[in-house]
């Protein structure tokens, strides 16, 4: 195997700014939780690469992108919830219509 | 231009259409489709690290429960409502300046940085290693982040059936 490090640390670096401009400039809060996934995996990506290729005798990165995986499903599981509770209470979920927390 | 170059080459670029599709399309469920793309690209990149455990996870937590916890979401809400309507041109530009300066700036650091990054070796993790470093209460053993994201999935659990419970 003859990947440089740099390559796939420059791919998860693109994934996490696509996320970026997605959360920029959508309008739609189920829209906006995946461009939240799209970072989180780049993140995730990144503690496995640097794992794997300058300390693959530890396993610092590999349980953290474990844990980091798991957080990112009780995150979604919990916006999820709000986003369906959202929808009950105002009947959208565009986050214009989301005023009362806003002042 | 060795067989791991074209593969790891073929799941970059699956990668990152579907990642750019997957926050410009403008129907919620194909977004949700390409996201998916992205997550199965992201198990092949570990698949291809030798860390077979973690890809799996991978696939089983993010492709099987997230995706399938969004479909849910979309199917509960309607499609109807899930119009994405245009965002204003100044908005979409100050995002997409922020988003390349960042990517710019970042790859900038990535290329002009020493990692020292060659100690690659294709062994992969032992599975008895991961699970002794998981449960262990030695130094490097991670027993109390296990328990503390047991305690963590279990109040996520009744948090959501709390917040999502009809009144």
Known sequence: MNIPAEYMLILSAMLFFI????FFTRRNLVSLLIST??????VDINFA???AYCQPQHLEGYIFSLFGIGVAAAETAVAIAIIINVYRNIHSIHIKKLKNLKH | MDINMIIFGGLAIV?????LFAV???KIMRATTLLLFVLFGTAGLYFMLHYTFLGAV????????????????????GKGSMDITQTSIRRYLAGMATALTGMALAI????????HSDKFTADGV??????NALMGTEKFNYILPFEAMSVLLLACTVGAIMIARKK
């Open chain 1, 19 to 22: 996320g970026v401009f997605g």
């Open chain 1, 37 to 42: 996934e799209l970072m989180l995996n780049a």
């Open chain 1, 49 to 51: 690469v640097f794992n």
């Open chain 2, 15 to 19: 990668m990152i259409v579907s990642a």
């Open chain 2, 24 to 26: 410009t399309s403008s």
């Open chain 2, 58 to 77: 991978q696939i089983t937590v993010y492709a099987g429960g997230i995706v399938v916890m969004f479909i849910f979401a979309i199917l509960l809400i």
């Open chain 2, 108 to 115: 900038y650091l990535i290329m002009n940085t020493d990692f």
């Open chain 2, 126 to 131: 032992d599975m008895k290693l991961l699970g």
